[in-house]
């Protein structure tokens, strides 16, 4: 996977791929002109593709090439588009939303290296007391989304966890790791509503 924010010169991008055009017949296709190193398909959380995918080469010289040669020439019955790949977007981490609740035995860990599994994020609390599970949250087509939970035995072992393991780098990624807040209650007036409601001015009213 290409690093955020740096151009690969070896990368290309290939437009106005057909629905049925796969990671085989893109490869098979590139491979006409230099050594291929990888090949990919772009697919939605769907699973359908996106009508673009990348080829990196085995270096720039023959990337170059591809973007001349190949550039306007047929994958099946489509022309392609073939230009040089764009730097990838730098992910934006998002702000910590503020906590709705009290803590559960739960804690989100955020910015992890999308290749991290569950057994990886599992060894990153290794030899903190009460793990018992850990969830990676996927897209429909089973990729990381980049964050998941540590499930602890019990709310005080999760509090306990984030001061034991500190702060935590994985492959160059600083980790985001928080409590998971539980649903805030809402409180109802005498009335049925909400709180504010007309259940409260009667209660403040014979307060006075």
């Known amino acids: 996977m290409a690093e955020p ?4 010169p070896n990368r290309v991008f290939v437009g106005n791929l057909a629905p049925e055009t796969s990671e085989d017949a893109l490869r098979a296709w590139a491979s006409g002109i230099g050594a ?8 939605s959380r769907a699973g359908r593709t996106r009508g673009h995918g990348y080829v990196s080469f085995a270096d720039a010289a023959t990337a170059a090439r591809a973007v001349e040669s190949f550039n306007g020439s047929k994958i099946g019955d ?8 764009r730097p990838p977007r730098v992910r934006e981490e998002r702000a910590p939303r503020e906590a709705t609740g009290a803590p559960t035995n739960r804690l989100f860990v955020g910015n992890l290296p999308f290749e991290t599994d569950e057994a990886g994020l599992a060894g990153l609390f290794a030899g903190v007391a009460g793990v018992t599970g850990t969830e990676i949250n996927r897209r429909a087509n089973g990729d990381s989304k980049g964050w998941g939970y540590v499930t602890f035995g019990s709310t005080e072992q999760a509090q306990a966890a984030i001061a034991a393991v500190g702060p935590l780098e994985l492959e160059g990624r600083a980790l985001r790791i928080e409590s998971e807040a539980g649903p805030r209650k809402r409180t109802r007036g005498r009335g049925g509503g ?3 409601g007309k259940g409260d001015e009667a ?5 006075e």
Do not use: I, Y
């Not at 924010?5 to 690969?8: A, D, I, M, Y």
């Not at 291929?36 to 697919?43: G, L, Q, Y």
């Open 78 to 85: 489509r022309e392609v588009q073939v230009e040089a790949a």
């Open 5 to 8: 924010g740096v151009v690969n």
């Open 203 to 207: 209660e403040a009213a014979a307060a």
């Open 194 to 196: 909400a709180g504010g």
């Open 36 to 43: 291929v190193e990888s090949v990919e398909v772009v697919a």
